[in-house]
């Protein structure tokens, strides 16, 4: 049964930093595609980073590109999205998702497995 567990959200100040985690069972999460997205108050889900199953490459939203940093660790089944300089806009529930695909990784439709989600408050 494939499971995606995150942890790390919470309440931070702005300006400072958080690093969340997803951990993932039951997928061969070395070969899958990863990502975060996140959903702001009252707002839809939105796209935030991806990476590919060998963490050569990542792509970033541009409201987060140079702020936030994804990697991976095959060898223990994890996620990592490192966030520093947080902002208040950066508030939201985010959530982790795998995809068998290598392409159009900015499209929640491209993901079949979802996390549960993890809070962040960035407060000013």
């Known amino acids: 049964q494939a499971q995606l567990v995150e942890s790390g959200g919470g309440l931070v100040q702005a300006g400072g930093s958080r690093r969340l985690s997803c951990a993932v069972s039951?997928?061969?999460?070395?070969?899958?595609?990863m990502a975060w997205f996140r959903q702001p108050p009252g707002k839809d889900r939105e796209f935030v980073a991806w990476?590919?199953?060998?963490?050569?490459?990542?792509s970033y939203t541009d409201s987060v590109e140079g702020r936030f940093t994804l990697s991976r660790d095959n060898g223990k089944n994890t996620l990592y999205l490192q966030m520093d300089s947080l902002k208040p806009e950066d508030t939201g529930v985010y959530f982790c998702?795998?995809?068998?695909?290598?392409?159009?990784?900015?499209?929640?439709?491209?993901?079949?497995?979802w996390g549960q989600g993890t809070q962040v408050t960035v407060s000013s």
């Open positions: 998702a795998a995809s068998h695909k290598n392409y159009l990784l900015r499209q929640r439709s491209s993901y079949a497995y």
């Open positions: 990476i590919y199953w060998n963490g050569e490459e990542t």
């Open positions: 039951g997928l061969p999460f070395s070969v899958l595609s």
